[in-house]
């Protein structure tokens, strides 16, 4: 089978799209990403540097000043002997927004001039999320105006059908958030609507036989098609939990495979694995202290505050009768003392990534640069925040789970001054990225704030940095992400890990290699 191109809309920075453009079949790489199409400007822009990548890898051209650019040396990504391959990839990235009278233009006149339907080829993508999302409608509850039938943003997904319903994917891969499953609209699951308009490719009235499509879970043995009783579908077999297949998060999400009734092949599904811990994939990044946000930032001060603060919670810990948890705290102490740490690094440690990863993810995660590191600055935080993230990475190393709630945070100076603190909505306000297990979901909203990110190393007291929270999504280390910090962690948050997009592209080409 020759190329087979992918549009990816709605792609965010490109962690779908990632997956299948990386994944390598015996004979070379089967996909090729033939346009994506994202809003956010930085997110774009994230998606045109990478396309650039691939294309500058494709033709064999040398990568050293691209990767001058990534570590701030260059004010342009191109020479003038690359300007053309980036005029290039700023032709597969498209800034526009589906959904909008321009945006739609713009891509469906680019799909009618590059696109041959005839042949196979795959859409994916991930409709934004904000409506569907428990939060989100929690949020919206707030707002006594607030009509869910009103809001556009519950039917995005239907420019996602008009693609199918225009060109006719052989294959499409649709994803959303968990909380998709129960939102209602009218009294009518917004997860059977999409099902059966996804099914009937947009059009019920004029369905003819093999026109439609099979929506299939790629966990199970449940798919969709028209004419079955969408109410009798258990669509919580659609949702795929990431930690089962490889990635150290435990992120849950509504995945779709929709294949077109004329292929007359059941895909496969994913093969469990289980996520590695996350020391085991962010422990080889260089160490880094956080900075002051409001004292100035100092190397000399940081430290000292640290230890001082280690030291004063070891004495008070003893006094309330936790003798492990401050001798801990002693220890930690005198270590953080005795450490030099800087705020960035652009070079990693020796050794690598841990020798415990499977080969394939080892392999994926180090990018082609094995010495460079992106994305890896840390925030600043306050005094009282530092206190309290030295003490909760102690604590679960100590006591082997992070502290929660108001007894865990009964010492001095660490209950925070929120007036629902007491009430217990925000026990988890301060949560550590503990040792031994999978990471909890990155979100967006890691770019407000860090603390429901902390990092397992108390010596570093910080929240995780843009690329920690890229590994622990499984992005590769070659992957940079553009725009201001916060913006990083945004498009981070709202990615699909790479490595689980790969594993699907791998069962997509082999159903269409055997439906071929």
């Known amino acids: 089978m020759s190329t087979i191109p992918i549009i990816d809309v709605f792609a965010g920075p490109g962690g779908l799209g990632e997956g299948f453009a990386g994944f390598q079949a015996s004979k070379g790489f089967p996909f090729k990403i033939l346009l994506s199409a994202e809003a956010n400007h930085d997110a774009h822009s994230t998606l045109r540097l990478r396309a650039f990548q691939r294309a500058l890898l494709t033709s064999g051209r040398d990568l050293s000043h691209l990767l001058g650019y990534y570590q701030g040396n260059h004010d342009e990504p191109y020479t003038q002997d690359t300007k053309g391959i980036w005029e290039e990839a700023s032709q597969e990235a498209l800034c526009l927004e589906l959904g909008s009278t321009n945006g739609d233009k713009r891509l469906y006149k680019e799909l009618e001039s590059r696109l041959d339907a005839s042949k196979p ?35 995005l997904y239907q420019e996602y059908l008009r693609i199918i319903s225009e060109y006719r994917p052989s294959v499409f891969v649709m994803e959303n958030v968990r909380g998709m499953l129960s939102c209602k ?33 790629l966990v199970s043995s449940t798919y969709f098609e028209h004419g079955k009783d969408v109410s009798k579908v258990d669509t919580k077999e659609f949702v795929v939990k990431s930690e089962e297949y490889g990635v150290p998060q435990a ?35 260089p160490l880094l202290r956080s900075g002051f946000s409001r004292e100035g930032d100092d190397c ?33 102490g005198f270590m953080v003392q005795s450490n030099s740490l800087d705020r960035d690094a652009q070079e990693k440690r020796a050794g690598g990534l841990s020798t415990d990863l499977p080969p394939l993810l080892n392999e994926w995660l180090t990018g082609i640069w094995p010495e460079a590191c992106f994305n890896h600055e840390t925030r600043t935080h306050m005094a009282s925040d530092l206190r309290r993230y030295a003490y909760a990475a102690v604590f679960a190393r100590t006591y082997g789970r992070y502290p929660k709630g108001v007894d865990d945070f009964s010492l001095p100076g660490l209950a925070p001054a929120h007036e629902n603190w007491t009430t217990g909505k925000f026990a988890d306000r301060f949560r550590v990225q503990q040792e031994g297990r999978t990471a909890t979901t990155i979100t967006s909203h890691i770019a407000k704030d860090g603390h429901y990110y902390i990092h397992p190393d108390p010596s570093q007291c910080r929240s995780l ?36 997009a790969r594993q699907i592209a791998e069962i997509v080409y082999d159903l269409l290699q055997q439906s071929n």
């Open 300 to 332: 000399d001060k940081w430290h000292s505050h640290v230890a001082t603060q280690l030291w004063d919670l070891a004495s008070c810990a003893r006094e309330a009768g936790m003798p492990e948890l401050a001798e801990d705290l002693d220890e930690y």
């Open 465 to 500: 940095t843009v690329r920690e929270a890229a590994r622990i999504q499984t992005f590769p280390d070659d992957y940079f992400f553009s725009g201001p910090r916060t913006s990083q962690y945004t498009q981070v948050g709202n990615a699909v890990p790479p490595y689980l």
């Open 185 to 217: 609209i009218d009294g009518k699951l917004i997860a059977h609507q999409i099902l059966e308009d996804l099914a009937c490719a947009g059009d019920r009235c004029s369905l003819k036989s093999g026109q439609g499509y099979r929506i299939y879970s």
């Open 251 to 285: 992120r849950h999400r509504v995945i779709l495979l929709g294949v077109r009734n004329d292929i007359d092949v059941r895909p496969g599904r994913l093969s469990r694995r289980g996520g590695p811990f996350v020391e085991e994939v962010i422990s080889d990044l």
């Open 121 to 155: 080829w795959v859409l994916i993508g991930g409709p934004p999320c904000q409506a569907y999302s428990i939060a989100g409608r929690v949020r919206n509850k707030g707002n006594a105006d607030y009509v869910p039938s009103n809001d556009s943003r519950h039917f």
